[in-house]
């Protein structure tokens, strides 16, 4: 195991034992996009929760990479245009990463995720480049990357 990595503007989030870290610049909608599919996976009967908003720290391990949230930061998400809110009721441990979300601009993003993989904590894992902003397909993409129903 190696020592943690911290990514900068990363949120992670795990939904049915799957992690998922989103990137990209500061207002590319990680946050936004990390709620959606909190809340779709939730409605959808599926365990879904947060495990680290902001900053993510990344311990790379024989089987992969583990996401956890650094202790100053644990049950908060920040709102943009509102500001850090307290949400314990969203909060999940340490997960597994299963794909990388990197969110560009949208002449940047892949229309196809032909087994596109990203580099992160040295470790090469599947990931799909997906248009920032609102982006309502977005949700939808990470769900099939998943194996989880495109529908939720």
């Known amino acids: 195991m190696s020592a943690p990595e911290t990514p900068p503007h990363g949120t992670a989030i795990a939904i049915d034992g799957h992690g998922v870290l989103i990137t990209g610049a500061p207002g590319a909608g990680k946050t936004a996009l ?43 998400v920040e709102i943009r245009g509102w500001g850090v809110v307290d949400a314990p009721e969203l909060v999940s441990g340490p997960v597994r990463l299963a794909l990388i979300v990197r969110l560009v601009p949208a002449d940047h993003a892949l229309r196809f995720a032909v087994d596109h993989r990203e580099p992160v904590a040295g470790r090469e894992l599947p990931a799909l480049r997906l248009p920032e902003g609102p982006a309502p397909t977005a949700a939808t993409a990470v769900f099939a990357a998943l194996g989880l129903p495109v529908w939720l």
Do not use: E, H, N, Q
Request: charged fraction near 20%; hydrophobic fraction near 45%.
């Open 34 to 76: 990390a709620l959606s599919l909190i809340g779709r996976a939730r409605a959808g009967g599926y365990s879904a929760g947060l495990v680290a908003d902001d900053r993510v720290l990344l311990t790379a391990t024989d089987d992969g990479v583990t996401a956890a949230c650094p202790p100053p930061i644990a049950g908060k």
